[in-house]
DNA sequence: ATGTGACTTAGAGTCCGTT
DNA sequence: AAACGGACTCTAAGTCACA
């Protein structure tokens, strides 16, 4: 997809992106991350496949884990 | 709370906080808002109060609603 | 180390009302 | 117009076995 047409992506699927991305940047397995925030290993894979309707409580918790604002696993990068 | 402490807020908070806000600048009641994002009435209200943990597909539907960006809804403002 | 289907349960979200 | 409560229904949270 072009950077020029993600304006229309969903929330979801720019927050499964973005954490990904982190995750990989930081060299973390999605085990480790789990660990990091609190939460389970498969969890974790699922909302990297944008399959779960994540809440704004995890979506901190991630954020925090990955030493991040929850905007920068939001924005478009 | 002064602006230089809001960073250890929680994202909820914020949340809430920004969403009343933005709903008020329109010059929308929770009902109205409701109607416009295909929520309850008495959701938001909920919401406002920071009561509920809201997901990212309604944090969307509700920014949508509010013509807003979803990250305008989560920052420090 | 991750993907996936299936599952249980906690809580998200609705709907009725009263204050 | 909004807060709040009770009683729902539905879905996100969280886990597991296995590929």
Redo the contacts with the bound molecule.
Sequence with gaps: MKRSNRQSESARARFARNLKTL??QLG?????LAANA????????????A?????I??MEHLATALNVDIIDLLRVQ
Tied chains: 1, 2.
């Excluded at 609190?38 to 496949?49: A, C, D, N, P």
């Design positions: 995750r990989i973390l397995s999605q085990e480790a609190g939460l389970h290993r498969t969890y974790i894979g699922s909302i990297e496949r399959e779960r309707n994540v809440s409580d995890n």
